[in-house]
Each structure stands twice: as structure tokens, then as C-alpha cells.
Nanobody, 122 residues
């Protein structure tokens, strides 16, 4: 029904910036979209979320540095990452859910991208 493809990852020095994209093959305009990440040796963790009405939320570790946005005309969600730190190194995933109630639980998200690697290193 819906396929997601992340892009924009890469190698960047500390303090640098990257812009990740999550392009959907199906309509996600009425869906909640969440960015997750999995760092080496760590569990998957919540990063940022944008609701269908445009409301956003962030994990405290990225608030003030990352910005999530969506362009429904392009069926794409973005994650602008500034002031990157080494601890931001991870595989970043976007996920979407048609659920009515907002949720950050990974099991509530039926649609996932393949992930894009972000490496922050000098």
C-alpha cells in the first residue's frame, strides 16, 4: 500500500548538517510520520514526529538541532539535521502509520523505509 524510501545520509564532520528525505509511493498526507534511529550497539530510538495536522515533536537529544517537516504535494517528509554530533551516528529510518491516535511505538507503524546511514566523524 505504502512504500517509503529514505535518502540523504552520509559522512559529515561534527558540527555539520545533513538533510534526510523520506519519499512515499503512496499518500501519507493523512498519516503520522516518525523518524527513528539505531546507533551502533543501541536500541532503536525515537527522533522526531510530525502529525497529519503538522504538529511536531522531538526527542530531547535533538530538539533545537533537528527539524522535521512535510511536503504533502511531494508526498515527502524531511529531517533537517544541524550541529551534528558524533552521538548522532546511526541508521535513520522513517515510518508511517494511518492510526487515528498519535503514537511513537514502532509496533504501531506498518510502513518503514530501508534506512539511511548517517556517520558523524572527524
Amino acid at each position: 500500500q505504502v512504500q517509503l524510501v529514505e535518502s540523504g545520509g552520509g559522512l559529515v564532520q561534527p558540527g555539520g548538517s545533513l538533510r534526510l528525505s523520506c519519499a512515499a509511493s503512496g499518500s501519507i498526507s493523512r498519516m503520522f510520520v516518525t523518524w527513528y534511529r539505531r546507533a551502533p550497539g543501541s536500541s532503536r530510538e525515537f527522533v522526531a514526529q510530525i502529525l497529519a495536522n503538522g504538529e511536531v515533536s522531538y526527542d530531547a537529544s535533538v530538539k533545537g538541532r533537528f527539524t522535521i517537516s512535510r511536503d504533502n504535494a511531494k508526498n515527502t517528509v524531511y529531517l533537517q539535521m544541524n550541529s551534528l554530533k558524533s552521538e548522532d551516528t546511526a541508521v535513520y529510518y522513517c515510518a508511517a502509520t494511518p492510526k487515528v491516535l498519535a503514537t511513537t511505538m514502532p509496533t504501531d507503524y506498518p510502513y518503514w523505509g530501508q534506512g539511511t546511514q548517517v556517520t558523524v566523524s572527524a
